[in-house]
């Protein structure tokens, strides 16, 4: 017996985020301070990532002549400090096209948002201590899009060096992070989001649905 068909309709959304995680990203300014770019494209394969980056802001420019940063991964508690510096840029001038967008120069980001820098171990630019997730990487290539569409963006891929979490989102003695206690901030659709409770676990996982993947 056939089901009723699920009504649907063609859109065209402006942006298609139907939920990634909120990213930090800390790069390396020319004084030796660290930029924040708040980044929400992104993806993980083994030990390697992929970012999506705009080429008007300071982060990309940092990576043009360093090619090291570290992901921050805030907390679904800390959106507001997020929101905070989302409207901030290090470039000075501001860009034409942030400037329509009502972004504004600031240059300590840090002091802005609330948050503190803690030295890194495998690349120049800090970490958020704050952040319960933080990951060093290598930044290995940029590529812009395939086609020439105007869009301002380039691909960032990277190499993972060293991973550093909050021992309260761990699981102890292991080298798990303990999703009942893990809640990244989402970006769906331009708001931000927690999580729920785990629903599920694959096949693949190592540990307890509950406790840690």
Same mark, same amino acid.
């Given at each position: 017996?056939?089901?009723?068909?699920?009504? $649907?309709?063609?859109?065209?959304?402006?942006?298609?985020?139907? @939920?990634?995680?909120?990213?930090?990203? /800390?790069?390396?300014?020319?004084?030796?301070?660290?930029?924040?770019?708040?980044?929400?494209?992104?993806?993980?394969?083994?030990?390697?990532?992929?970012?999506?980056?705009? *080429?008007?802001?300071? @982060?990309?420019?940092?990576?043009?002549?360093? +090619?090291? #940063?570290?992901?921050? &991964?805030?907390?679904?508690? =800390?959106?507001?400090?997020?929101?905070?510096?989302? $409207?901030?840029?290090? #470039?000075?001038?501001?860009?034409?096209?942030?400037?329509?967008?009502?972004?504004?120069?600031?240059?300590?980001? &840090?002091?802005?948002?609330?948050?503190?820098? *803690?030295?890194?171990?495998? *690349?120049?630019?800090?970490?958020?201590?704050?952040?319960?997730? =933080?990951?060093?990487?290598?930044?290995?290539?940029?590529?812009?899009? @395939?086609?020439?569409?105007?869009?301002? &963006?380039?691909?960032?891929? @990277?190499?993972?060096? #060293?991973?550093?979490? !909050?021992?309260?989102? /761990?699981?102890?003695?292991?080298? !798990?992070?303990?999703?009942? !206690?893990?809640?990244?901030?989402?970006?769906?659709?331009? !708001?931000?989001?927690?999580?729920?409770?785990?629903?599920?676990? +694959? &096949? $693949?996982?190592?540990?307890?649905?509950?406790?840690?993947?």
């Amino acid at each position: 017996m056939k089901t009723a068909p699920i009504p $649907r309709r063609r859109i065209t959304p402006s942006v298609l985020y139907p @939920g990634t995680p909120v990213l930090l990203m /800390t790069t390396l300014n020319d004084d030796g301070s660290s930029n924040i770019s708040p980044l929400s494209s992104f993806w993980a394969l083994g030990n390697r990532v992929v970012l999506g980056l705009g *080429v008007q802001g300071q @982060g990309y420019r940092n990576l043009q002549l360093r +090619n090291e #940063c570290v992901l921050n &991964f805030p907390s679904s508690a =800390q959106a507001v400090q997020v929101e905070a510096i989302a $409207r901030a840029t290090g #470039c000075d001038p501001v860009p034409t096209a942030k400037q329509a967008m009502g972004y504004v120069h600031v240059r300590d980001k &840090f002091a802005l948002g609330g948050f503190s820098a *803690v030295a890194s171990t495998h *690349v120049a630019p800090e970490a958020i201590a704050e952040c319960p997730l =933080q990951v060093e990487v290598s930044v290995m290539a940029m590529h812009p899009p @395939g086609e020439d569409d105007g869009q301002g &963006f380039v691909i960032v891929e @990277g190499r993972i060096r #060293c991973v550093h979490a !909050h021992e309260a989102i /761990t699981v102890a003695g292991t080298q !798990h992070i303990d999703v009942a !206690h893990w809640k990244p901030l989402i970006y769906l659709f331009r !708001h931000y989001l927690g999580v729920s409770e785990p629903v599920g676990r +694959n &096949f $693949r996982a190592e540990t307890p649905v509950g406790a840690s993947v």
